[in-house]
């Protein structure tokens, strides 16, 4: 440390000596220039009279505005502002000593040695200016011309287009030119901005805006494109990358400058773009109070904390400092992985792994005797749709009987809130899956009043980036080379992201008070061929070199998932992005009576049986598309 501050102390005391060298020089030139550069030894001794007065003045001036505090090397506007600034203060001393000298020589002939001509105080502000911004120039100028040279070769660098508005652009070249190692040479800017076009900032020229992107790529030999957070809305971004699908340049964004300023983001970390990116989202505003009175101090079991739902509502519950945190998970590798994550940032949380199988009652009563929770999460369940399509009796296993276990758990030690995770594939379903979780969100309905504990659901759709989800497939073909499969040409569906998912899950969680079904805003629905080429787009390929081709509809799949039922009234809660369905719950003896019926087919491979005995529960159930029928 006390090395660092010696360097420091004399880089500061040679730039002090510098600008008192440029300032000494400014000070004699003025002279001889107002004086024709005629030497006289009268004047000569009036120069040196005033100059020590003069520069220590001019010194103290700059360094209570602030123009020696900036690195030279990254001199800016900012700083010659700060530099003119400080020198025309300086220069009043001695146009006061000027006025006073004259007035006073009349009387007392010495006094003519304070009086410098004007000629020479103004020239002597324009020499000192431009000396001390000369100084630093040269430094920058060494400084950059530094860093070309330590880039080496600048075929080796990636050629490079900016994309964003004027302020955005400058803002993204400030910070990449001090990073010679991400190996960038910037070619050129594309900006929207017309009154910008056709012009050139910090020497490099803006090529047009977002239409002339691709001719501006083929022209400049650009192999990728550095897009500004901050001038890029979802629309832009689809927009930019559909004008780099013919041309095959990847797309990388830089985070909001905020927060490379505020050292939150380091430029370093740019990314290439994501498709949670295209996304027409909001940020989503939750009431932190709420959720706080909801988790803050309290015992929280997350079933299926290993999965990709789970594990993050297990990291958005963790910031609400409960004092414990049960994870429940049947994968010994999945919960050994967010349990040593978990771990990490726990803080006075108490992190409790079990590794038990929700199916399993007596475990189960094990783990609730010895834990006691308060607030259940329970993601525990089989999703993947074609699978439960081959094994329908696993979906009566785990995702009926498993939750009509673990909630009866939750009612016998009189846990204060249970909050389910449902699908949008549970509305008219035509899928095992579906079904399942249908006969589900009725049996907690059921349980609703029965005890302390209040029961809700939560519906939403797919999840971008989850287990067995479409995106991890998809990366994994374009990886390979291709074809990316796609199901239907006109497969639609909701997308979420993770974060969001689990937030708004805890958010719904505090307003649950008897049985309610609360639906996700998903926002718009995505094509699932749209996915698709964004996917190619961001891979920096086009679809000549990743083909998509068309699989035909999977077992239990519908063209357009739905969110809520026809005949049911949506009505909206105090959270914009929430909404409550008003459906008509049905008796506990009566779902009992039907679940106990469904036993039998835990074991049963036969799905046409299991889609019977579900039919009986569930009537609004649908047949599938033959496309997708299972023989």
Request: proline share 5%; with cysteine; net charge negative.
């Amino acid at each position: 440390m006390k090395t660092v501050l010696t360097t420091n102390r004399r880089y500061s005391l040679l730039r002090l000596c510098v600008d008192a060298a440029a300032l000494t020089i400014a000070f004699a030139a003025a002279f001889f220039v107002r004086l024709d550069f005629t030497f006289y030894l009268s004047w000569c001794a009036r120069m040196l009279l005033h100059l020590p007065f003069l520069l220590a003045v001019e010194l103290a001036t700059m360094h209570f505005v602030g123009a020696t505090h900036g690195a030279w090397r990254f001199v800016s506007l900012s700083d010659a502002t700060k530099i003119v600034i400080a020198l025309v203060i300086a220069q009043i001393p001695e146009c006061i000593i000027h006025v006073i000298s004259v007035w006073l020589s009349a009387t007392h002939p010495w006094t003519r040695y304070g009086i410098i001509p004007w000629g020479v105080i103004c020239i002597n502000l324009c020499f000192s200016i431009l000396a001390c911004l000369g100084v630093r120039i040269i430094r920058r100028i060494a400084y950059e011309t530094s860093l070309k040279q330590a880039t080496g070769n600048s075929e080796s660098l990636d050629r490079t287009l900016i994309i964003g508005s004027g302020n955005g652009c400058k803002q993204i070249m400030d910070a990449i030119r001090p990073h010679p190692e991400l190996g960038i040479q910037i070619v050129g800017l594309i900006s929207d901005d017309p009154s910008v076009q056709g012009r050139e900032i910090s020497g490099i020229p803006i090529l047009g805006g977002i239409e002339q992107l691709a001719e501006a790529a083929q022209k400049h030999q650009a192999a990728q494109a550095i897009i500004s957070q901050a001038d890029a809305s979802p629309e832009k971004l689809s927009k930019i990358l559909e004008e780099c699908s013919g041309v095959a340049i990847k797309t990388r964004i830089v985070p909001a400058m905020n927060d490379i300023l505020s050292g939150a983001i380091d430029i370093a970390q740019m990314r290439e773009i994501s498709v949670e990116d295209l996304l027409h989202r909001d940020p989503i505003q939750l009431d932190k109070e709420e959720i706080s009175k909801f988790l803050h101090g309290k015992k929280i079991l997350v079933s299926g904390a290993g999965g990709s739902i789970g594990s993050e509502i297990c990291r958005q519950v963790l910031a609400f400092e409960p004092a414990e945190l049960v994870l429940l998970e049947r994968c010994e590798l999945f919960l050994y992985e967010i349990e040593r994550e978990l771990r990490t940032k726990c803080g006075n949380t108490r992190i409790v792994p079990r590794l038990a199988d929700i199916c399993d009652e007596s475990r189960m009563n094990e783990v609730f005797d010895e834990c006691q929770p308060e607030v259940i999460f329970h993601a525990a369940a089989y999703k993947h749709v074609p699978m439960l399509e081959y094994n329908p009796g696993e979906a009566i296993r785990n995702n009926i009987e498993g939750t009509a276990c673990i909630a009866n758990c939750a009612v016998a030690h009189n846990c204060s809130a249970f909050v389910m995770i449902s699908t949008d594939k549970a509305v008219n379903p035509t899928s095992v899956m579906g079904t399942s979780k249908r006969i589900a969100e009725l049996y907690i309905q059921a349980m609703s009043g029965l005890g302390k504990t209040r029961f809700c659901a939560v519906r939403f759709g797919n999840v971008l980036g989850s287990t067995g989800s479409v995106l991890p497939l998809f990366r994994s073909q374009i990886n390979a080379g291709g074809p990316l499969t796609v199901t239907h040409p006109d497969m639609v569906r909701y997308f979420m992201t993770i974060p969001e998912a689990s937030q708004l899950v805890m958010q719904a969680g505090t307003m649950g008070r008897n049985g309610e079904i609360f639906v996700l805003d998903m926002g718009k629905p995505v094509k699932i061929l749209d996915l698709a080429k964004d996917l190619i787009r961001l891979s920096g390929k086009t679809e000549s070199d990743i083909p998509i081709v068309f699989s035909g509809t999977r077992p239990g799949e519908k063209l357009f998932e739905e969110l809520g039922f026809d005949e049911e009234r949506m009505d909206h809660t105090i959270h914009p992005k929430i909404y409550v369905g008003k459906l008509h719950p049905v008796e506990l003896s009566w779902i009992k009576e039907h679940i106990q019926k469904l036993m039998p087919f835990r074991d049963s491979q036969d799905n046409a049986a299991v889609r019977a005995a579900m039919h009986e529960i569930v009537p609004e159930m649908m047949e599938p598309e033959k496309e997708g029928a299972i023989s």
